[in-house]
């Protein structure tokens, strides 16, 4: 799974990179995601990748103050199927 962001990172700060695996396509996320990875957007690299096993996902942001690990708000994405 690739992750592109529209912008970089603000000074001091990163992004949260969640998932939640679904039974199937048609379950709802709940508020239980899990954090897979923190990723640094900055000019010219815009995306950070994130292997995933075969299955559906619902998929989330958050960014995060590294220097006091201070979070904001979450911001789900929608939900993904990763073929095998």
């Known amino acids: ?45 815009l995306t950070a990748f994130l292997p995933l096993e075969p299955g559906v996902y619902a998929l989330a942001t958050r960014p995060v103050l590294a220097t006091t690990g201070q979070m904001r708000g979450l911001s789900p994405l929608g939900v993904l199927e990763v073929g095998g």
């Open 1 to 45: 799974m690739v992750f592109t962001a529209d912008r970089p990172n603000g000074l001091g700060s990163v992004t949260e990179l969640l998932v939640q695996r679904l039974a199937n396509a048609r379950r709802s996320p709940t508020d239980r995601y899990t954090s897979a990875a923190f990723a640094r957007f900055v000019p010219g690299g």
